[in-house]
């Protein structure tokens, strides 16, 4: 059976190709960049929206307070936003994505060694087997 870190460790690699794609097209603010820009918001935006709805849910009415990195993970996830409305907004582009990118790739590496690996060894076959479909069901 797939792990969910195995999938979310994926996703993440998919929004860092992203992520890529639009630093190498450096003419922050160009029509190019804007559109890849959107593309790249876009499919943040909906892997949030996959962790706080379906994977941060679930985990919550599965395992209640065992898991307060829940949280924390939130709160920078508001942080990241944060920072997506100003680039978004043309404030500070280049200081905006660097820092966004730090706080992405922190974030991501905190998922991806701690906090997925958790939930695949707490969590029941079950609840895993509900998660991953809902993930699929969103981002695939």
């Known amino acids: 059976m797939e792990k969910i870190s195995e999938a979310m460790l994926n996703e993440h690699k998919r929004l860092y190709i992203l992520l890529e794609r639009l630093e190498k097209n450096s003419e922050y603010g160009s029509d ?7 593309e790249f918001k876009w499919n943040l935006e909906k ?5 706080e709805k ?3 849910e679930l985990c919550n009415s599965s395992c209640g307070d065992k898991i307060p990195e829940i949280f924390d993970l939130m709160k920078e996830h508001g ?3 944060n920072l997506i409305n100003k ?3 043309g404030n500070n582009i280049e200081e905006n994505m660097l820092n966004m ?6 974030h991501s590496e ?6 997925y690996p958790l939930l695949d060894e707490k ?5 895993k087997l509900e998660i991953l479909s809902r993930v699929k069901e969103i981002v695939y």
Do not use: A, P
Not at 32 to 38: S, V
Not at 101 to 106: A, F, P
Not at 110 to 115: A, G, H, L
């Open 101 to 106: 990118n730090k706080m992405l790739i922190k």
């Open 123 to 127: 969590l029941s076959e079950e609840r």
């Open 110 to 115: 905190t998922e991806d060694d701690d906090f």
């Open 32 to 38: 190019g960049w804007k559109e890849l820009f959107n």
């Open 47 to 51: 892997h949030f929206f996959v962790e």
């Open 87 to 89: 680039i978004d907004s």
């Open 79 to 81: 942080e990241i936003i």
């Open 54 to 56: 379906v994977i941060f």
